[in-house]
């Protein structure tokens, strides 16, 4: 089983940063991407990025410039630097990572961390 620990939420003004980091832990044989998804309250789920274990970067429209994912392969962890953060940032950030394991690829996600924007 893998597991996914999200930190880094919180209460932020308008134009301030936050930093989430997601670890993952347990049975990992190849990490392939990792990535952020959000949840604005009567939402859908989006994407915000998505980083491949090869260093390829995807971000949605609506963060770039803004937001910056890293991961340390290291130490199974990726971030998301959130810079110039709007109040229509707020939601639940989700850890999403896909793990290559007998040639199958699975999907894991972190139990969510607020971000609230404030105006």
């Known amino acids: 089983q893998v597991q996914l620990v999200e930190s880094g939420g919180g209460l932020v003004q308008a134009g301030g940063s936050l930093r989430l980091s997601c670890a993952a832990s347990?049975?990992?044989?190849?990490?392939?991407?990792m990535g952020w998804y959000r949840q604005a309250p009567g939402q859908q789920r989006e994407l915000v990025a998505v980083?491949?274990?090869?260093?390829?970067?995807h971000y949605a429209d609506f963060v770039k410039g803004r937001f910056t994912i890293s991961r340390d392969n290291a130490k199974n962890t990726v971030y998301l630097q959130m810079n110039s953060l709007k109040p229509e940032d707020t939601g639940v950030y989700y850890c999403n990572v896909k793990i290559l394991r007998s040639a199958i690829v699975h999907e894991y996600w972190g139990q969510g961390t607020q971000v609230t924007v404030s105006s």
């Open positions: 980083m491949s274990s090869g260093g390829n970067v």
């Open positions: 347990g049975s990992i044989f190849s990490i392939n991407d």
